[in-house]
């Protein structure tokens, strides 16, 4: 499968990275390259064979549900670019 | 178990300028878990905090922060599909959903698009006694919340708050089984109930902790039946979805107003396009929100950071094995241990609180029906005027039991009754010894009465003639009777004694 500048723009602008018009023909070719290797994997018959999702058998964390964290808001806003009154403030969007 | 048996209601018809027009309504309810902390982090999910003090820096996607799942949300998961009689998924993943806007600092919502923790379930819908929609539930999938923004408190900036953003919701998906905008409030209201019962979600609709998406289409009449036979889509006509909707009157008003749009342009020739729409509670209109549209390329995957979540059938037994009687069976056994109106019994069980408060005075005072008379008419109608709730009830149990049990023996009239009600409402005190103090006692002793009635008429000889005419006019001397005794004869044995005496 092959994908053209436009659709790479548009991945692009979904992903909010900007690329310059005249890097997108080289950027749709890396795209291209990744899934053609993609349909390459895509030849092996894994017919009846669980995804393996970890190499060592392991069991997903779990937390106790109790309060352990917050009470920072200094903290949390301290790297904020604007930020009033507790709030992070950022260009207006509205729908 | 324990069954009400009931029949489908009709779908509503609209009438358009030209044909009669059928609805078609799927919801997607957003549930917050009642957890303490939230998904994936160990913050705070109280309601009303300081803006952003209860964000972790997992909330706060801050780089190399990894989620931590609360076992707490996913055993709420499972306890939700139990009580909408769901199958629960042993394995379930996690995926992303990214998109970028403000109040989520990840760039992604995780949520479970592939594999959710329940699968098929079901609803029933009451309408009224003996009528009920069954509304079945497609998924119940786990994901977080998102935080807040807020557009006005400056004119050119959003200002943005993240201590709801991770925050644990349950979104609950139904099939589109619902056939018009009361039903579809009814839904919401069963569901609210359950999610009460079961204790995992508390339901406030004003705090936003229960919200609907509604996805609304509209079908010529015949149409549905087809779907429903085949499953099959393509008989139905193109939906449009009402997002994040917080209140039942809402609810109905923008399905109603959505109804209209649609077959308005179906009826002049034009077609529908799939799309989000918002509900402008002050226009009462909906509007689109094409603008966010092209964006809407959520393209999921399965998230790196967080393994499936296996949970083993022992677990899932056990909390099986702690659900509680749901509203359903409650029902049911009301209507048949305590001989109740289906209606008594759905008021009596609407909230959990009620129907254990009603138990109580049911089982004390021994009479099941004439219990839940007094606790239906006389104390939700007092508590109501106040604005309160039964927990706030003055009247315990055990006092409204001892009020019943003597309007049962007849050892007070029913006039009396509400008197005493009314005393131990607003004094308190033991009902029995407030009667015997108060001398409220009936007076069944019809040498009394025979006493009463016989002076009255001594009293009154031009009334007895014309009672003598017309027997209607015993009622005058009933009254007579029952204001001497202060109203503590019983109105019985008095109707009896005039009615005899009068004959003489």
Redesign the interface.
């Known amino acids: 499968m092959s994908i053209d500048t436009d659709t790479a723009a548009r991945v692009a602008k979904?992903a909010?990275i900007r690329v310059e018009d005249d890097q997108l023909p080289a950027l749709a070719q890396e795209f291209s390259n990744i899934l053609e290797f993609i349909e390459q994997l895509n030849e092996v018959d894994v017919d009846g064979v669980e995804p393996m999702?970890?190499v060592t058998p392991?069991?997903?964390?779990?937390?106790?549900?109790?309060?352990?964290?917050?009470?920072?808001?200094e903290k949390?806003?301290s790297n904020a670019p604007?930020a009033?009154?507790?709030?992070?403030?950022?260009?207006?969007?509205?729908? | 178990m324990l069954d009400l048996s009931f029949e489908p209601p009709k779908p509503k018809v609209i009438a358009g300028a030209k044909y009669d027009w059928e609805l078609v309504i799927g919801m997607e309810v957003h549930a917050q878990v009642a957890s303490e902390a939230k998904l994936f982090s160990g913050a705070s999910t109280k309601f009303g905090a300081e803006p952003n003090s209860n964000v972790a820096f997992v909330d706060a996607a801050m780089p190399g922060m990894l989620p931590v799942i609360n076992e707490y949300c996913v055993e709420q998961a499972v306890r939700t599909g139990l009580g909408l009689k769901a199958e629960i998924n042993l394995k379930s993943a996690f995926d992303r959903k990214n998109y970028f806007y403000p109040d989520l600092p990840q760039g992604y919502q995780i949520s479970q698009l592939y594999h959710p923790i329940v699968g098929e379930g079901e609803v029933i819908v009451d309408m009224e006694p003996g009528i009920a929609r069954l509304v079945r539930i497609e998924r119940i999938h786990i994901e977080q919340d998102a935080g807040k923004s807020i557009h006005d408190m400056d004119p050119n900036m959003s200002f943005v708050d993240l201590n709801r953003t991770g925050v644990a919701l349950m979104e609950i998906v139904s099939r589109p089984d619902i056939r018009g905008p009361e039903e579809a409030a009814a839904y919401v209201s069963k569901l609210r109930q359950i999610l009460r019962y079961l204790g995992t979600c508390d339901g406030n609709m004003q705090n936003g902790n229960l919200r609907a998406d509604v996805n609304v289409s509209v079908c010529r009449p015949g149409q549905y039946e087809k779907y429903q036979e085949t499953q099959d889509f393509s008989h139905l006509g193109t939906r449009c979805e009402i997002k994040n909707m917080n209140s039942m009157r809402f609810i109905q008003q923008a399905i109603d107003y959505e109804a209209k749009r649609q077959i308005a342009i179906l009826e002049a020739g034009g077609s529908i396009d799939q799309e989000t729409r918002l509900y402008d509670p002050d226009k009462g209109e909906t509007r689109s929100m094409r603008s966010k549209e092209e964006a809407h390329d959520y393209r999921y995957f399965p998230d790196p950071d967080l393994l499936p979540l296996e949970i083993e059938q022992a677990w899932v037994d056990d909390i099986a094995a702690s659900l509680p009687e749901l509203p359903d069976e409650k029902k049911a056994r009301f209507v048949k241990d305590f001989g109740l109106s289906e209606y008594d019994a759905s008021v009596l069980t609407a909230e959990v609180a009620n129907a254990a408060f009603f138990e109580k005075v049911a089982a004390e005072a021994g009479d099941g029906k004439l219990a839940a008379n007094w606790v239906i008419n006389e104390l939700f109608g007092r508590l109501k005027k106040e604005g309160h709730d039964i927990t706030e009830s003055p009247v315990s149990p055990a006092q409204l039991a001892g009020i019943v049990r003597l309007i049962k023996s007849d050892a007070i009239s029913g006039k009396i009754a509400k008197d005493l009600f009314e005393i131990v409402y607003t004094e308190g005190g033991d009902p029995e010894q407030i009667v015997d103090e108060r001398g409220m006692k009936q007076v069944t002793d019809t040498g009394a009465i025979e006493t009463a009635v016989d002076e009255i008429i001594a009293a009154n000889p031009a009334q007895v003639e014309k009672a003598k005419q017309n027997p209607k006019l015993a009622g005058w001397f009933v009254g007579q009777v029952m204001k001497a005794t202060g109203g503590k004869a019983n109105p019985k044995a008095v109707n009896e004694i005039v009615a005899k005496k009068l004959a003489e």
Request: hydrophobic letters at 35%.
């Open positions: 979904l909010r999702v970890s392991m069991r997903l964390k779990r937390r106790q549900d109790g309060v352990t964290d917050g009470n920072q808001q949390v806003l604007d009033r009154e507790g709030f992070f403030a950022v260009p207006k969007v509205v729908e």
